[in-house]
């Protein structure tokens, strides 16, 4: 984006796919009281719904009524002035309205995520905070919703300013020594608490980083692979989980050859569940690839689901959770220490003992109903960088200029995490996901 696209005044449908009920057209840049001239309105009164009559720039005849508001800057949502139509939500008034808009000198259509660009590069968000109104978007589930909610808030933010000011305090006792280290009369001693507070420090990032896992979980969706040999009943479980026919069912072993994937959600967790071809050995070139691409998936799940009818299972894989199959069919339960619970699709087609079994297996590694921030791939990178360069830096008090290097490393690091520094490729990746208009 140029600095000449930065200066324009950027206007874009702010309120999803029409018709609708109601059609909310968002201005925001230098010259939105111009456009309240060009439509007749009379500009209402900062941060009040004003009911006005929409006039069109042609002949001034009667387009639509709505509410209107303006948020003068710097106390908008993208720091700039920004105007808001509220108007019905008639494919034909609001394309009418932006082709009028756009007509008019220093105006244009919005980029994806131009809205909330602006906002970040105005000083109103960090690019954490940014992340989060990504997720929030595109969350699908409860959990996911708390924790986009919290990382928009600024539960990240908060998080990453106390660490940056422990690193400041820390900076700022190393660098001054060093600055007076050619005064004799200057004895180059630090604080006796300062090994312990970098230690600690370096602790506090570590136990944060270990709940990247738990945080991708929630907001990426837990990958469940189902595994067994042929017609152990993979395809009726996913079925049933999914309430679908995504999956062929028959008692011909081996129908399924490829990996078929669906998303559940329970309790407020998005499970994305994999039928996987019976792992078996087999002649058959087409059903051996799809075995093959059954292991690949079952290897990147974050839980492995083993199902059998008779107690085997297939070798090479760590099973999280041994579900008995077909339990109306036998008679007699396998043994306690062979299976975690056991399930019949027959005599129990909503499979409870199996939903209740998988929201155990991961809550009990991980409260998935705590909103942990950690969430993304970047902060993991930026955050094993820091936790990196303070541990490295633990061990050189006896070499304070090295050790200032390695705490301005990690001072660099947070910095880039919230956007401060080096993020433009990040920016446009991100702010190329957004919709137009937010």
Not at 15 to 25: A, C, H, R, T, Y
């Amino acid at each position: 984006m140029t600095a000449g696209q930065q200066m324009d005044t950027i206007v874009a449908l702010s309120s999803g796919q029409l018709p609708s009920g109601v059609g909310v057209i968002r201005a925001s840049g230098p010259d939105v009281l111009g456009i309240c001239a060009a439509f007749g309105v009379k500009l209402p009164r900062p941060r009040f719904a004003h009911f006005s009559k929409i006039l069109s720039p042609l002949d001034a005849s009667v387009v639509d009524e709505g509410l209107v508001l303006y948020f003068p800057g710097p106390n908008s949502f993208t720091g700039e002035q920004v105007l808001e139509l509220q108007l019905h939500g008639s494919r034909a008034v609001v394309q009418f309205v932006l082709d009028q808009m756009i007509k008019l000198p220093g105006i244009r259509l919005a980029e994806p995520g131009e809205f909330t660009r602006r906002a970040f590069e105005n000083g109103k968000l960090d690019l954490t905070r940014v992340e989060g109104i990504a997720d929030l978007i595109d969350a699908r589930t409860e959990s996911q919703r708390a924790l986009a909610v919290a990382r928009m808030q600024g539960g990240l933010s908060a998080k990453l300013a106390d660490w940056r000011q422990q690193l400041v305090r820390l900076r700022a006792e190393i660098e001054a020594r060093l600055d007076f280290s050619d005064e004799e009369d200057v004895p180059f001693e630090l604080p006796t608490s300062y090994s312990q507070d970098l230690l600690e420090l370096a602790s506090q990032i570590s136990d944060q980083l270990k709940t990247f896992d738990q945080g991708r979980m929630i907001r990426e969706g837990v990958s469940v692979a189902l595994v067994g040999k042929p017609n152990v009943g993979k395809s009726t479980v996913l079925n049933a989980l999914s309430r679908s026919d995504a999956a062929i069912v028959t008692d011909i072993p081996g129908t399924t050859r490829d990996v078929i994937e669906v998303e559940i959600d329970l309790h407020g967790i998005l499970f994305r569940l994999a039928d996987t071809a019976g792992v078996h050995d087999t002649e058959d070139e087409v059903e051996r690839l799809g075995i093959e691409r059954s292991v690949r998936s079952a290897l990147q799940a974050d839980i492995v689901v083993g199902l059998t009818d008779d107690g085997s299972l297939p070798d090479g894989f760590e099973y999280d959770l041994i579900v008995g199959t077909k339990s109306d069919m036998r008679g007699s339960s396998l043994a306690q220490n062979i299976v975690d619970c056991e399930i019949s699709a027959k005599t129990d087609p909503d499979l409870t003992v199996l939903k209740a079994a998988l929201i155990s297996t991961i809550t009990e590694a991980n409260d998935s109903r705590e909103t942990m921030l950690i969430s993304h791939v970047r902060d993991k990178a930026a955050l094993t960088e820091t936790s990196e360069a303070l541990v490295r830096g633990c061990d050189l008090v006896y070499a304070p200029e090295l050790l200032a290097e390695e705490l301005r490393v990690a001072t660099y690091c947070l910095a880039r995490l919230v956007g401060e520094v080096g993020t433009e490729d990040v920016l446009d990746e991100l702010f190329s996901g957004f919709c137009i208009g937010k």
